[in-house]
């Protein structure tokens, strides 16, 4: 069975630092990796994809994403964090080869303080 | 194109009345799926369509839960009856690789 495993309820940095929001993922075959974002009282919003190709994916608002075959991980990053990026994040996954579904971790909490 | 429609986007409705929560995925998408986000268990995976059909049900809680997708543009999620424990946020989205969501509807179940 896919899953995806978000480890950390909440994240925490100051604005200006780097930032990490780990994802780690079990599914066999080649997966699709996605990254959401979801504001408060809004829809998820689609930040970043890996399908194929260079393993390091970059996406909406100065997100990127590196994507580790042998530790099965798809990290969020960014190099400086902004308070507006304070948010809900959500790792995904999809087995192409089988069919659509759409699994989410469960979320990850990121606090930027000013 | 407007992205995914939802509607509406707030019910309140009593304990037993029947509930239909409607979708109007982008065009163009061939799969279309129906969460539930709560704050004890998340985001939930209820229901996925492919070109109309429905995959996987297996998310749906109960027979209470219904959903269809009459057609490529549309989609309705039903409770009948409903029950305080539905409250929730539910969204929906449609895909042709990467999803792409709803506003979502908040229900109320008093």
């Known amino acids: 069975a896919q899953s995806v495993a978000q480890p950390e309820d909440q994240v925490n940095v100051a604005e200006g630092n780097p930032l990490t929001v780990k994802c780690t993922y079990s599914v066999s075959g080649n997966p699709y990796l996605f990254w959401y974002v979801q504001y408060p009282n809004r829809g998820l919003q689609f930040l970043l994809k890996?399908?194929?190709?260079?393993?390091l994916v970059k996406g909406s608002y100065g997100f990127e994403a590196e994507f580790n075959k042998s530790q099965t991980s798809f990290h969020l990053k960014k190099p400086s964090a902004l308070v507006s990026d304070s948010a809900l994040y959500f790792c995904a996954v999809r087995r192409p080869e089988s069919s659509y579904k759409l699994i989410f971790g469960s979320g990850t909490r990121l606090l930027v303080r000013p | 194109d407007a992205g995914v429609i939802q509607s509406p986007r707030h019910e309140v409705t009593e304990m037993g009345q029947e509930v239909t929560l409607r979708c109007k995925p982008i065009?163009?998408?061939?799969?279309l799926f129906w969460y539930r986000q709560t704050m004890m268990r998340g985001l939930e995976l209820l229901i996925y369509?492919?070109?109309?059909?429905?995959?996987?049900d297996s998310g749906m809680p109960e027979d209470r839960f219904s959903a269809k997708m009459p057609n490529a543009s549309f989609s309705t999620l039903k409770i009948q009856p409903s029950e305080p424990r539905d409250s929730a946020v539910y969204f929906c989205?449609?895909?042709?690789?990467?999803?792409?969501f709803g506003q979502g509807t908040r229900l109320t179940v008093v």
């Open positions: 369509f492919n070109n109309n059909v429905p995959i996987d």
């Open positions: 890996y399908i194929t190709g260079d393993n």
């Open positions: 065009s163009g998408h061939n799969s």
């Open positions: 989205a449609s895909s042709n690789t990467e999803a792409f």
